[in-house]
């Protein structure tokens, strides 16, 4: 960690003078974090971040197919398999954030209490349909939710599942009265609330970590976009897109 603090501060003090161009292949779930400090570190560092979304499955296959990055943010689980296949830095390994599962509804529905069971029971059972992402597209969670809570034939009679988009957005469309999702892809989605996080003792938290590539062994601009997504002063800014400080 400090000699990427150490990176950062040589890359503001150089600014412009030997712009790069560093490619960020990132889980979508991170994008609203991203959309802040990606432009702030250009603006600082006169570095350029050539940013690209994708699901945590897509990623996969785009490694599997070779794809190269300088940093690349999924979750920890994920990093930590390819550090042990050698296809990322070992020692770059930086834990970004923490998020649990957040429920979704229409701003036109009345406000439910979904960190008490009974009523988060309550409202996937009388909701028209529910929205989560699909177990093929990362959400083998939801299913083992429902049965846990008692509900899961009766939810998955009308389950909206998604892959590729927030489920959030079905909800915000008008498909779905509820949507599952981590809290980071509800808060920024217009049109639907942000019903808070669902029960502790149901809950399931996914770590976000970043890590560099091969490539971006001697990048001080690598090396100092890593030291600006670690700022512990981040916190206020990680609560407002619903994760936290790992």
Known sequence: MIRFLLASLLVLLAGAAAADDIKVLAIVGYKPMLNELVPSYERQSGHH?????????????????????????????????????????????????????????????????????????HTLLHARAVAYASPSAGGAFYPQLFQRLGVLSEVQRKSVTVVGAPAAQRVAANQAD????????????????????????????????????????????????????????????LRSKGMEMP
Do not use: C, H
């Open 49 to 121: 971040v050539t940013l690209q979304l994708d699901s945590q499955s897509a990623i996969t296959r785009r490694l599997a197919a070779g794809e190269t990055f300088d940093i690349l943010i999924t979750t920890q689980e994920a990093i930590e398999k390819l550090a042990g296949e050698n296809r990322v830095i070992d020692d770059s390994l930086l834990l970004l954030a923490k998020v649990g599962i957040g429920v979704a509804t229409r701003l036109s529905d009345p406000y439910p209490n979904v960190s008490n069971l009974e009523v988060l029971r």
């Open 178 to 237: 509820v949507a599952l999702a981590p809290a980071s892809e509800i808060v920024g989605v217009p049109g639907v609330r942000f019903a808070g996080p669902i029960p502790a003792t149901v809950q399931s938290y996914t770590i976000y970590a970043a890590a560099m590539g091969p490539r971006a062994a001697t990048s001080d601009a690598v090396m100092g976009l890593m030291a600006w997504m670690s700022n512990v002063e981040l916190d206020p800014l």
